[in-house]
């Protein structure tokens, strides 16, 4: 296999954290807490029609909790990726590669020199965003495969490749 298989590069900044920040909460337990919502929010509707006033209270700020919560986690983990991005990197951005070997992803900090490989093992989560592939392991870090860096053939034939090589990942697009 060729060790530089999907190769790219790219700028990581405030904008990419903005556009990735949607996808890294709770991807697992999110229609859990839609389904949560609508059965809340019918125990509510009853509790109005019912003129059970006190109930239907409690039950409406149990939804505004399960609406707000994860957009407050979000922004909060939005928030401190960007200031952890400022403190690291005065600039504000830093520029990493990624690449596939044998082993996994393999991710090269360009601005820092930093490198490592995830196997294919610890990634769990595979997104697609417009400008992306966001990959998530089962640890919470992540790397991106810069789109705009692959022919429409490598972009038509990544989800298999990394379905191939790990069956288990879960794709979402």
Do not use: C
């Amino acid at each position: 296999m060729e060790t530089n298989k999907y190769r790219t590069s790219g700028i990581v900044d405030e904008s990419t954290l903005r556009e990735i920040s949607g996808l890294v909460i709770w991807p697992k337990r999110m229609w859990v807490r839609r389904i949560i919502t609508v059965i809340v929010a019918i125990l509510a509707l009853l509790m109005f029609i019912a003129r059970n006033y006190a109930y239907f209270v409690i039950l409406a700020a149990w939804i505004f909790l399960l609406v707000w919560l994860p957009r407050k986690v979000r922004k909060t983990n939005l928030d401190g990726a960007v200031k952890r991005l400022h403190e690291s990197y005065p600039s504000g951005s830093m520029q990493i590669e990624t690449w596939f070997t044998e082993e996994g992803a393999a991710m090269h900090n360009l601005t820092n020199g930093a490198q490592l490989v995830l196997p294919y093992g610890s990634i769990q989560l595979v997104k697609e965003t417009e400008r992306y592939f966001y990959l998530l392991t089962k640890a919470n870090q992540f790397t991106l495969v810069f789109k705009n860096m692959l022919t429409p053939e490598q972009k038509q034939s990544f989800l298999p490749f990394l379905q191939k090589k790990y069956p288990q990942i879960k794709v979402v697009k």
